[in-house]
């Protein structure tokens, strides 16, 4: 049996393009890689600055392209071990994060290239 493992990943830049305050068009390749991470067994956390009706946009999105978030801005399950607001994951996707695979073009800021990321989690999916 495949461990479960546990994965925040960004919204601005990582699942969409950036819009903010809008909702930005789907990274190419974000929905069904996020897709088959979760059927994999994994556990996202839905890891953004987003707060208010912005946050409560990311997470609708997601819910109506059927990617399935375990929790928000947080991991309720380190609360067992750990008062620290850190969120715990084992893994971070993040488009300004140094080292995540990203898509450059001269007109937009860079976004996260998901085709390289499935590369990167192939061992787990």
């Not at 409560?56 to 059927?66: G, I, L, P």
């Not at 715990?88 to 990203?102: E, L, N, R």
């Not at 898509?103 to 989690?121: G, M």
């Amino acid at each position: 049996m495949k461990k479960s493992y546990i994965i925040a990943v960004d919204f601005d830049g990582t699942i969409v393009e950036h819009e903010y305050p809008k909702i930005g068009e789907p990274v190419l390749w974000a929905i069904p890689v996020l897709q088959r991470i979760v059927t994999a067994g994994h556990k996202l956390i839905l890891h953004t600055m987003r707060s208010g009706q912005e946050l409560q946009e990311a997470v609708d999105y997601c819910k109506d392209n059927h990617i399935d978030i375990f929790a928000i801005n947080e991991n309720p399950t380190q609360k067992e071990w750990t008062s620290s607001p850190k969120i715990y994951a084992h893994y971070y996707i993040d488009d300004a994060s140094v080292g995540c695979p990203v898509i450059t073009n001269d007109s937009k800021r860079p976004y996260v290239n998901w085709i390289r990321v499935q590369e990167l989690l192939e061992d787990i999916l």
